[in-house]
C-alpha cells in the first residue's frame, strides 16, 4: 500500500497563496504513475470534502466548486509527488488538506497537513 507524506501546511493572510506537497513512497508491484490522486480537505466536525482530483498521466483535472479557478493540483511522477497551488486564499479555506491516492477500488491517505487562513 502506497505511504503519503503531505507537507506546505501553515498560516496564511487572506488573499495569499501556498503550495502543498504530497510525497508517495512505499511502492511494490505498482508505481506512483498507477495512481490516480486527489485532494480532499475537512474541518473539525464536517465531513471531508473533495478539493481536486488528477489522472495518473496527469493530463485531466477537476476541482471543487469551492476552490476552482483559486486552486491547482499538479503531480511530478518522475518524483513521485503530487502538488496543490492554493491562491486568492479565504477564510473558510482553513482546513486540515489530505492526500489520496486510488489504484482501482483500494485507496491510500495521508496524515494531513494544516492550512489555516488568518488575518
Known amino acids: 500500500q502506497v505511504h503519503l507524506v503531505e507537507s506546505g501546511g501553515g498560516v496564511v493572510q487572506p488573499g495569499g497563496s501556498l503550495t502543498l506537497s504530497c510525497a508517495a513512497s512505499g511502492f511494490t508491484d505498482f508505481t506512483f504513475s498507477d495512481y490516480a490522486m486527489n485532494w480532499y480537505r475537512q474541518a473539525p466536525g464536517r465531513q471531508r470534502e473533495f478539493v481536486a482530483a488528477?489522472?495518473?498521466?496527469?493530463?485531466?483535472?477537476i476541482y471543487g466548486d469551492s476552490v476552482k479557478g483559486r486552486f491547482t493540483i499538479s503531480r511530478d511522477n518522475a518524483k513521485n509527488e503530487m502538488y496543490l497551488q492554493m491562491n486568492s486564499l479565504k477564510l473558510k479555506d482553513t482546513r486540515v488538506y489530505y492526500c489520496?491516492?486510488?489504484?482501482?477500488?483500494?485507496?491510500?491517505w495521508g496524515q494531513g497537513t494544516q492550512v489555516t487562513v488568518s488575518s
Open positions: 488528477i489522472t495518473r498521466a496527469g493530463d485531466n483535472t
Open positions: 489520496n491516492g486510488v489504484r482501482g477500488s483500494k485507496g491510500s
